[in-house]
């Protein structure tokens, strides 16, 4: 999976929309960007994923720049139980067997304040 | 939605003992996973199911073993549990063929050995 760079860790305040940046310069053609967070003790939930055109969902939206070079997550109105780890992964198209395995780098610590 | 749910969330087990963890997910999914979560060392793939009896040892599979007898259920086998077993479990499982690879994750066990 190509590398990503993501901030440790990122402050919001409570009800306001929260951008969370995630550079994957070497990104491939084939490859997707995937987010996921991890609220503690809890398993990963996924959030939305993208090519190349920008996604949104009832949960968030993925912004990708024209490059491909660069994303952003948008949570648009954040609570207090959007407090998690956010991770940015960029994974290649599925073509079965055991390279679907999840890489998960060191995300980003999102902390909604009240 | 998709659920995918795990026996415990919480387990303590002794050295020695035998440990079934089993998961069950209720999308019809093909492919399912277990993964182990340690602090530092990130998701680590521990073995990989894509259909009933079907398996294929994933990055760490010494000590472990898994048993898929029902396309719903995918069940993890601690032989012998160590301490060196202690950790987060989780299982995942996602839709087989080409194109993207959305994984669903369940709650989570958190595995004591002591």
């Known amino acids: 999976d190509a590398k990503t760079t993501q901030p440790p860790s990122m402050d919001c305040a409570e009800g306001r929309a929260a951008n969370l940046p995630c550079n994957h310069s070497t990104i491939s053609g084939n490859e997707y960007v995937y987010w996921y967070r991890q609220i503690h003790s809890q398993g990963p939930q996924y959030i939305i994923h993208g090519l190349k055109n920008n996604e949104t969902n009832e949960m968030a939206s993925l912004i990708i720049t024209e490059d491909r070079k660069s994303s952003t997550l948008i949570l648009p109105h954040a609570t207090l139980r959007d407090t998690a780890v956010y991770y940015c992964i960029v994974r290649p198209m599925n073509y079965g067997g055991a ?3 999840l890489i998960f780098g060191t995300g980003t610590l999102l902390a909604v304040q009240p | 939605d998709v659920k995918v749910t795990q026996s415990s969330r919480y387990l303590v ?3 020695g003992e035998k440990v079934f963890l089993e ?3 209720d999308m019809d999914h093909e492919n399912m996973f277990w993964y182990r979560q ?3 060392l990130g998701l680590r793939l521990i073995y990989f199911s894509y259909d009933v009896k079907m398996k294929e040892k994933g990055d760490i599979p010494e ?3 898994v048993s898929r007898e029902k396309k719903e259920r ?3 086998i601690l032989e012998s549990a160590s301490t060196n077993q202690t950790s987060m479990y989780l299982c995942a499982s996602s839709l087989f063929g080409r194109g993207t690879d959305t994984q669903y994750f369940g709650p989570g066990t958190r595995l004591t050995v002591l």
Request: proline content about 6%.
């Open chain 1, 99 to 101: 390279t679907n395995k």
């Open chain 2, 13 to 15: 087990k002794r050295t």
């Open chain 2, 23 to 25: 998961c069950v997910q």
């Open chain 2, 38 to 40: 340690d602090p530092g």
């Open chain 2, 63 to 65: 000590g472990y073993s």
């Open chain 2, 74 to 76: 995918f069940s993890l």
